[in-house]
């Protein structure tokens, strides 16, 4: 089959090529619940910059060559023998975690969690290619009304927005703010994730007027320029409190330091994207009460979920697609923050 391959790390990202497209052998089932997926869309994700520029090294053992790709979509092309829930033929959204499903964490549902896992893409291989090996527990079938290239993104970027979404709006209540901070390819479908699950008023905040402008279409209130006085303009819009929720997606670049002033007392900061870090004085936490919660991508009940959201119409995603063959020019692309919503390739 054809992929696209990383043979080693560019800690500046400063190549002219990331990953180079060649053959290589197609997966092969191993195991009675292995799924082979043929796919139909794989989404390129920020995720897969820092997998390039080595951030993920001594986390996660990345062995070269390497396919990522963690998003992906397309159809059932050929299972174990121990597979029922689905056949060939069925057009799937794949969970980005494989896991054999007896631990404790996997009953419980939080299979992001379990003690035995491979996550393709991260420390298997990916979808950045014209077949994928999967699990049976990974799979959901997809209704006719939604296609793979059209939704593989949310195995991840919509998955972990939604999850972040969801715990928001669970405090949430009419009258009261939340702020999402970057509003690109995750921040969109968070936007709509917690505007459907909530009635809160949303402010966004980001340093592009291309995601702003994405922002204001996704359904956003209130759009704030992340031009250095953003904290002061969110602060402005809730009459100097500040916002119950508080949901970042960028993590860095001094983001952290401005989602918590964003935060209003006894609120909650929510972190999704990382790279920098989060610092606190113990007396502020204590005067304050304010609370943060990490986020790692989402449960397998919540991709149904959201697949029930997307196929309602009340969360679409912005895509924008690439062949296989040009997959640096998605990455590079990415890199430069001109893609609108969200890169996909497709084989």
């Known amino acids: ?43 390129v994700c920020r995720t897969d910059l820092h997998i390039v520029e080595g951030v993920w090294r001594g986390l996660v053992d990345v062995e070269f060559p390497h396919i990522m790709g963690h998003e992906n979509a397309g159809w059932v092309e050929e ?53 994928l090996h999967t699990g049976e527990r990974a799979l959901i079938k997809l209704p ?12 991840d970027a919509g998955l972990t927005a939604y999850r972040a979404a969801k715990k928001a709006a669970r405090h949430l209540v ?28 949303i402010i966004a905040v980001d340093e592009s007027d291309l995601a702003l402008g994405l922002a204001e279409e996704s359904g956003a209130h209130h759009m704030v320029k992340a031009d250095g006085n953003e904290t002061e303009a969110v602060l402005a819009l809730t009459e100097g409190k500040g916002a119950e929720a508080v949901i970042d997606f960028v993590g860095e670049g001094g983001a952290i330091e401005n989602g918590l002033a964003m935060t209003r007392n006894a609120g909650s900061y929510y972190i999704v994207g990382y790279g920098g870090r989060i610092e606190i004085p113990a007396i502020e936490m204590i005067i304050t009460e304010k609370t943060i919660h990490g986020n790692l991508v989402g449960t397998y009940g919540e991709l ?29 692309d990415l890199h430069a923050g001109t893609i609108k919503g969200r890169a996909v390739l497709i084989p």
């Open 1 to 43: 089959m054809k992929a696209a391959i990383l043979h080693g790390y560019d800690e500046a990202l400063a190549g002219e090529k990331f990953v180079t497209y060649e053959d290589v052998a197609d997966p092969k089932i191993a195991a009675p619940t292995d799924v082979i997926v043929r796919i139909g869309g794989a989404g």
């Open 79 to 131: 299972v174990g023998a121990g597979v029922e829930s689905v056949k060939v033929g069925d057009p799937v959204i794949v969970h980005p975690l494989v896991t054999s499903g007896h631990c404790l964490a996997c009953r419980r549902g939080a299979d992001m969690h379990a003690e035995d896992s491979s996550f393709p893409g991260i420390n298997a291989a990916g979808g950045y290619a014209e077949y």
């Open 144 to 155: 006719e009304s939604l296609a793979p290239k059209e939704v593989a993104p949310y195995t």
């Open 174 to 201: 009419p009258g009261e703010y939340a702020v999402i901070i970057g509003v690109g390819g995750l921040g969109h479908i968070g936007i709509q994730a917690l505007a459907a699950l909530s009635a809160a008023e």
């Open 304 to 332: 149904v979920e959201l697949m029930a959201l997307a196929e309602r119409g009340l969360v679409n995603l912005a895509t924008r697609e690439y062949k296989l063959a040009d997959a640096n020019q998605a990455l590079h």
